[in-house]
């Protein structure tokens, strides 16, 4: 079983910066693939972005190309999201999600396991 407990929600201007953290417990962090969600209020959760267990590979929604990486630090059991040129379609929870298989978070079948969530909030 994986624990996964999200941070560095919160409110920003359009145009800011946030990161946010996932920390990992009670699982071999380094042997899962771990992605990040997201769902804005009346609208369905979709996939942000997604790392390999190693870091080798990545993939980000076309709607954050350019503004998000997404990056893990295995030593420490933590996945990171940071977001740049942040907009205000960028408000929403934000979840991050761990998987054994890449194709889990990127494919649409599901992660294996979820965070709670944090929200962003982005003002105009």
């Known amino acids: 079983q994986v624990q996964l407990v999200e941070s560095g929600g919160g409110l920003v201007q359009a145009g800011g910066s946030l990161r946010l953290s996932c920390a990992a417990a009670g699982g071999h962090f380094s042997n899962y693939a771990m992605g990040w969600f997201r769902q804005a209020p009346g609208k369905t959760r979709e996939f942000v972005a997604a790392?390999?267990?190693?870091?080798?590979?990545?993939d980000l929604a076309e709607s954050v190309k350019g503004r998000f990486t997404v990056s893990r630090d295995n030593a420490e059991s933590t996945v990171y999201l940071q977001m740049n040129s942040l907009k205000p379609g960028d408000t929403a929870v934000y979840y991050c999600a761990a998987a054994y298989w890449y194709t889990a978070i990127v494919g649409g079948s599901g992660p294996d396991y979820w965070g709670q969530g944090t929200q962003v909030t982005v003002s105009s």
């Open positions: 790392i390999t267990s190693g870091g080798s590979r990545m």
